[in-house]
């Protein structure tokens, strides 16, 4: 159980183009999904919390208007990477929260590395 | 906000023996402390939890320990084996209505034959 998938796992795009990544939960209901980023041999930052049917909580320094999400229902979850740079290149991971408990576990997708040319 | 740091940043064991990794936390409201397991490429992986009203839980090879006075929390991995080589991050959070968790810096933790 407490399966997370992304799509794609790899993208590569060019500069100035955007990029959609898909991060659903498949056997379970998400009430809250997080959107990260990791570079190589770092750790992983939070980018942004999206809670379904709400607007996405962005973390300083983060880009709202350049890192666009949609949680558009309790299983799925998007990140649109607008207008892509090669700064913008990365791991970007997401994960999600169950909706059932008081558990508040997150449980990650296996990431989607972008590369901007 | 939290502040999660985490030591070593490497571990090198030899297969069979325990390794240890350490966090400690700053945010004293933080109830919540997972760790993940990441292989190169992929994403992390949940292995154990604890939260502040335990002091202590195991999982066959895995355990971890929590000190709320000290504010630190400890994992440890008995009896290791190759394939336990991989990044292993700690994180603290709190399981009120943001949910949000607070990464460690990771250890890289490499078993040799």
């Known amino acids: 159980g407490a399966v997370v998938s992304q799509h794609p796992s790899r993208v590569i795009c060019k500069s100035g183009t955007s990029v959609k990544i898909e991060c659903r939960s498949l056997d379970f209901q998400a009430t809250t999904m997080f959107w990260y980023r990791q570079f190589p041999k770092q750790s992983l930052m939070l980018m942004a919390t999206?809670?379904?049917?709400?607007?996405?909580?962005?973390e300083q320094g983060v880009e709202k208007d350049k890192f666009l999400i949609n949680h558009a229902s309790l299983t799925l979850s998007t990140l649109t990477v607008t207008s892509a740079h090669p700064e913008d290149s990365s791991f970007y991971i997401c994960s999600a929260s169950p909706l059932a408990g008081p558990t508040r576990e997150q449980y990650f997708g296996p990431g989607t590395r972008l590369t901007v040319t | 906000g939290e502040n999660v740091e985490q030591h070593p940043s490497t571990l090198s064991v030899q297969e069979g023996d325990s390794a240890v990794i350490k966090c400690t936390y700053s945010d004293s409201a933080s109830n919540y402390f997972p760790w993940y397991k990441q292989e190169l490429g992929k994403g992390p992986q949940l292995i154990i939890d604890?939260?502040?009203?335990?002091g202590e839980k195991k999982d066959q090879r895995i355990a971890v320990t929590l000190n709320k006075t000290a504010k630190h929390f400890s994992l440890h991995i008995t009896e290791t084996q190759p394939e336990d080589s991989a990044v292993y991050f700690c994180a603290g959070g709190n399981t009120g209505t943001a949910s949000k968790l607070t990464f460690g810096t990771g250890t890289r933790l490499q078993v040799t034959l």
């Open positions: 999206s809670n379904e049917g709400s607007k996405a909580t962005y």
């Open positions: 604890i939260r502040s009203n335990v």
